[in-house]
């Protein structure tokens, strides 16, 4: 009886094999909706009004003189319930018939469908601030711009740009608490390869950044003019180039990065979610295969514009 070898036959060996894993990609982490103060007194309909009023006045009175009153200006805030989202998928009959994978696939189809409109929102949610801005234009509140094209070389972000969102925000009488600055990924690297910073010897605040990084996460390791840094891949992209005013620099590749106070009573966004996502699934007879729709309907709107700094860079200049 002959034995078995390679060199003899290749019947009994399978030349492909199939791993009972699925590869996933990597998700980026999510951030936005803490920074949304969220309407709850908002029952019905798709639109609410949140009056405003403004301050009192104060003038000179002189004795025996009648004093002059004066009524406080007043204002409207409208908001409105705008997205409706939806992400739906099917797997035929034949397909789980004859999948090895079929329960792996559909399990994932529900958690892939609420990761896809989570980041849908958070999209939104940091597009809310440049949005409601009006662009090519410095937005100047009390005498300090809010928009404004980077600082540093080739329309890049310069340390000094961190103190300028600062004290536009001082300027505005926003709370100097909770600061937060969230930038690109591009802005770390040009902050990360400044000669200022990565030398010791120049500014021992910033040592350890050659060795370690700058960032863990989403994180900054270090604090920048009293701001928490965080990075996001889902800051608004200009479309079209952006220079302020008529005059000065032009982001040409421009993302929207975002300066403000997370204090709870100052929360630049509002925001509602009219319907959490809602799952629903069916077997449909005609076309033999069960489908599965995720929903949402939700709203976002810059609330607050004065607690709103966006400073745009270029992100090819890496």
């Known amino acids: 009886m002959a034995g078995f070898s390679t060199s003899q036959t290749d019947h009994l060996i399978r030349s492909n094999l199939w791993s009972s894993d699925l590869k996933e990609a990597f998700l980026d982490e999510l951030m936005g909706i803490k920074y949304v103060d969220m309407i709850t007194d908002f029952p019905d309909g798709d639109t609410i009004n949140i009056p405003s009023i403004g301050q009192a006045e104060i003038m000179d009175y002189a004795e025996g003189q009648a004093v002059r009153y004066t009524a406080m200006d007043t204002g409207n805030f409208t908001f409105s319930i705008t997205s409706y989202k939806s992400s739906a998928t099917y797997i035929t009959e034949k397909m789980k018939q004859d999948s090895f994978y079929t329960s792996r696939l559909v399990s994932s189809f529900v958690p892939k469908q609420a990761r896809v409109i989570a980041k849908a929102m958070e999209t939104d949610i940091l597009a809310t601030g440049p949005a409601g801005q009006t662009a090519t234009n410095a937005n100047t509140i009390n005498g300090a711009a809010h928009r404004w094209v980077g600082s540093g070389t080739n329309e890049t972000m ?38 200022d910073l990565v030398s010791v010897a120049n500014n021992p605040r910033w040592e350890g950044i050659v060795r370690d990084g700058m960032s863990t996460g989403t994180k900054f390791l270090m604090n920048i003019y009293g701001f928490d840094v965080y990075v996001s891949q889902n800051l608004k992209q200009n479309t079209t180039s952006e220079q302020i005013g008529g005059s000065g620099p032009t982001a040409a590749a421009g993302v929207c990065n975002l300066f403000f106070s997370a204090a709870p009573d100052a929360l630049p966004i509002v925001g509602s979610v009219r319907q959490n996502p809602k799952v629903d699934s069916e077997y449909n007879k005609d076309l033999q295969r069960d489908e599965y729709v995720t929903t949402c309907r939700y709203g976002f709107k810059l609330y607050r514009p004065e607690n709103m700094v966006v400073v745009l860079t270029d992100t090819d200049q890496v």
């Open 158 to 195: 310069a340390v000094t740009d961190f103190a300028k969102a600062k004290y536009a925000l001082q300027k505005a009488n926003v709370p100097m608490t909770n600061l937060v600055a969230i930038v690109d990924p591009s802005v770390e690297y040009k902050l990360s390869t400044l000669t």
